[in-house]
C-alpha cells in the first residue's frame, strides 16, 4: 500500500500519523529535532507541549471539553496520552507535559506502520499523498517553498484584535451603521460620552501587558503596520478619537448628535455569531482585556471568544488555498494540519491532524472525503478557516460562537451551551 508523508510531529502529526496508522496504512513521519529545534522546542520528544500542561475545560458544555469530547470518539491518541499523564487540574484537563510527550513518543516509535525520519524537510515531496503539519513555527526554508507554492501568501500572526459573540452585546446601547451612511449598516457602533471615553482611555493605557517570547523579538519587522491599540493610545489622549476610535460621519440615535468617541465592531462570519473589535489589534494580558475592553457600552456583559494576542505565528490564507476536507484546492494529495491551518490551540491543532489522516486515506482510496457537521465543534472550526467570506483572517481557537445557532434560541448560556453540546455530539455519532 502507498505510504503517507506526514511532516511534523508535533501533535497535529501523530495525530494524522496514528489515525492513518491505524487504517492500515504505512506513513513516512518526517521531524527535523533533534537535528533542528525551532526557537520554541527544547525536547527531543514528539508532541511537546510549550507553553501550558492544560488542555483546558473539561466540561460537555465548553467549547474546549465538545472539541476533546469529539476527538475521544475519532480516535484520538492526544487524548488517551493525556487521559494516561494528567494530573489535578481542578475541572481543567491538565497533564505532566514529560509524560506526555514520552507517551506519544514511544506509542509513535512502536508502530509498526510508521517509519520516523529525521532531518529538516525544506521542500515538499514531488508526489504521493503528503501532510503538512509544521505548525506556527515552520522552519524558513520550508516556509520559503510553501510561499512559492501557494503565490506568496503566508501570514504573520503579529497584533490582533478580539472577537465577541453577538448574542452577548448589549443591543439596546449600540447601533447599526455605517460612517457617512455608506454600506447597509456594516458596522455596529457603540458610542462613547467624554467622561467614558475618558475613563477608558485611563485604564487602557495602564493596563498590563503580556510578556513577548524570546522568539517573538527576533524580528522586528513582523509588527509593522500593526500597531496594538494600547501603544497607538499611549501617544495621547485624541489618538484614538482620531484614528480607529474617531465618530465622524455617525450620529447617535438616541441623542441626535455624534459621540465623542465611537468604537466599531465588524461581522466576522457569514453566520453573523461573532464581531471583531475593529482597530483593537493588542497585547494587553487576557485579564486585562476583558477588564479594560468591557468598559466600551455595549461591551459590559461581552462574551470574548478569542482574545487578542501578539506573537510570530506562520499561517496559510486557508479560506482561499483548503478545501474543508483540508487538502489544497489546487493540490488534492496535499493535506495541512495544525496550527498552520490557522487554528489555535492545541486540542485544535491535534484534531485537524485526526480530520487529516482521515481525508488522506480516504483520498488515496478513491472515497469521498469525511466532512463534518457545522454543527460539530471541530467542523465548524474547519468550516470557519475555509470560509471565504472571512475577512482578514487570522487564527481561531474553539467556541460557541462559531457554532451555527440553535433554531429554537435559549436564554441562559448554560442551558445554551448544554443544548449545542448535545447537538453536536448526536451529529457527529450520525455521521460515523
Not at 499523564?85 to 506526555?100: I, N
Not at 512502536?110 to 515531496?125: A, R
Amino acid at each position: 500500500m502507498e505510504k503517507v508523508t506526514v511532516i511534523g510531529a508535533g501533535l497535529a502529526g501523530c495525530e494524522a500519523a496514528a489515525k492513518l496508522s491505524s487504517l492500515g496504512f504505512r506513513v513516512v513521519l518526517r521531524e527535523m529535532k533533534p537535528e533542528k529545534y525551532s526557537p520554541a522546542h527544547k525536547s527531543e520528544n514528539f508532541a511537546e507541549l510549550v507553553c501550558s500542561n492544560s488542555l483546558k475545560a473539561m466540561r460537555l458544555e465548553s467549547a474546549a471539553g465538545l472539541l476533546k469530547e469529539e476527538m475521544r470518539r475519532l480516535g484520538s491518541i492526544v487524548m488517551e496520552a493525556a487521559e494516561k499523564t494528567s494530573v489535578a487540574a481542578g475541572g481543567a484537563l491538565a497533564v505532566d507535559r514529560d509524560l506526555f510527550s514520552e507517551y506519544i513518543t514511544d506509542k509513535i516509535r512502536s508502530d509498526p506502520n510508521i517509519e520516523v525520519v529525521t532531518g529538516e524537510v525544506t521542500e515538499l515531496p514531488e508526489s504521493g499523498a503528503v501532510i503538512v503539519a509544521t505548525g506556527p513555527l515552520t522552519s524558513d526554508a520550508l516556509a520559503e517553498n510553501l510561499r512559492e507554492r501557494f503565490g506568496g501568501t503566508l501570514s504573520f500572526y503579529d497584533a490582533v484584535a478580539p472577537i465577541v459573540t453577538a448574542d452577548s452585546l448589549d443591543w439596546d446601547r449600540v447601533f447599526l451603521g455605517a460612517r457617512y451612511d455608506r454600506g447597509d449598516a456594516d458596522y455596529v457602533n457603540c458610542p462613547m460620552e467624554r467622561d467614558e471615553y475618558d475613563a477608558f482611555y485611563d485604564a487602557l493605557v495602564s493596563a498590563e501587558r503580556a510578556p513577548l517570547h524570546e522568539f517573538d523579538n527576533a524580528d522586528p519587522k513582523v509588527y509593522e503596520g500593526c500597531m496594538p491599540v494600547e501603544i497607538m493610545a499611549s501617544r495621547g489622549r485624541d489618538t484614538l478619537r482620531f484614528g480607529p476610535l474617531r465618530p465622524v460621519g455617525l450620529s447617535d440615535p438616541k441623542t441626535g448628535r455624534r459621540p465623542w468617541a465611537n468604537v466599531q465592531l465588524r461581522l466576522e462570519n457569514a453566520a453573523g455569531t461573532l464581531y471583531n473589535l475593529v482597530g483593537f489589534q493588542t497585547n494587553l494580558k487576557f485579564g486585562e482585556q476583558k477588564r479594560v475592553f468591557s468598559m466600551i457600552p455595549g461591551l459590559e456583559n461581552a462574551e470574548f471568544v478569542r482574545y487578542g494576542v501578539m506573537h510570530r505565528d506562520t499561517f496559510m490564507d486557508s479560506p482561499r488555498l483548503l478545501d474543508r476536507n483540508l487538502s489544497l484546492k489546487s493540490e488534492p494529495r496535499l493535506f495541512f494540519a495544525g496550527q498552520f491551518t490557522g487554528v489555535e490551540g492545541y486540542t485544535e491543532s491535534a484534531a485537524t491532524g485526526i480530520l487529516a489522516g482521515i481525508n488522506a486515506a480516504r483520498y488515496l482510496c478513491g472515497e469521498a472525503p469525511l466532512i463534518l457537521p457545522e454543527t460539530t465543534m471541530l467542523g465548524a472550526l474547519v468550516g470557519y478557516i475555509t470560509d471565504e467570506s472571512v475577512s482578514n483572517f487570522q487564527p481561531m481557537g474553539a467556541n460557541m460562537g462559531i457554532l451555527p445557532p440553535l433554531e429554537n434560541k435559549i436564554r441562559h448560556k448554560d442551558e445554551r451551551y448544554a443544548a449545542l453540546a448535545q447537538r453536536a455530539t448526536a451529529a457527529l455519532e450520525a455521521i460515523l
